[in-house]
């Protein structure tokens, strides 16, 4: 069976400041997709990144980076320099590789930037 | 990019009635379509997969006479609430799986938000 944790539910922090969202996943499967995506309160989700299992490379996307460690089951998203508008719920999330292969969510991170 | 159009965004109904929540794949074919629904501050959870011109299946624990699933062409995917109670007042989401077997995604709709009166 698969599993997110993201053991954190609520962050909060001031403007500028950098925030980790750790995501910790099972799984017995050898290649899979992880994924992260934000909910903002409108409810549509937003897809931030998609990460195969056999590429390790961490990630960076403007103020974004992903930390992929193998070793210890996680995909850390952090945000550099928070802004207001990031605040939203962030999800990891974990499938199989192939077609048809359902997402398995975490709980989600409610992540509050204030000014 | 794939767009999934999601109708109607918010539907408002009187308890014993039927609603009809709309997923369609506007540029491309969906051979499955995946149903979610979110119940305030928590996670999405699977209802059912469908896969176009089959039954859909379901996961564990959802009724699968309560909540209908319609697959019946590539660009559309149905989901009929039925005999609607307060209770399956919810956020209902769908998602069409995108690409190919080495580069395949997940295109979400823009959610339904069903309030039961």
Known sequence: AQKVTQAQTEISVVEKEDVTLDCVYETRDTTYYLFWYKQPPSGELVFLIRRNSFDEQNEISGRYSWNFQKSTSSFNFTITASQVVDSAVYFCALSRTGANSKLTFGKGITLSVRP | GA???????????????????????????????????????????????????????????????????????????????????????????????????????????????????
């Open chain 2, 3 to 117: 767009v999934v159009s999601q109708h109607p965004s918010r539907v408002i109904c009187k308890s014993g009635t039927s609603v009809k929540i709309e997923c369609r794949s506007l540029d491309f074919q969906a051979t499955t379509m995946f149903w979610y629904r979110q119940f305030p501050k928590q996670s999405l959870m699977l209802m059912a997969t469908s896969n176009e011109g089959s039954k859909a299946t379901y996961e564990q624990g959802v009724e699968k006479d309560k909540f209908l699933i319609n697959h019946a062409s590539l660009t559309l995917s149905t989901l009929t609430v039925t005999s609607a109670h307060p209770e399956d007042s919810s956020f209902y989401i769908c998602s069409a799986g995108t690409g190919t077997l080495t580069n395949y995604g997940y295109t979400f709709g823009s959610g339904t938000r069903l309030t039961v009166v």
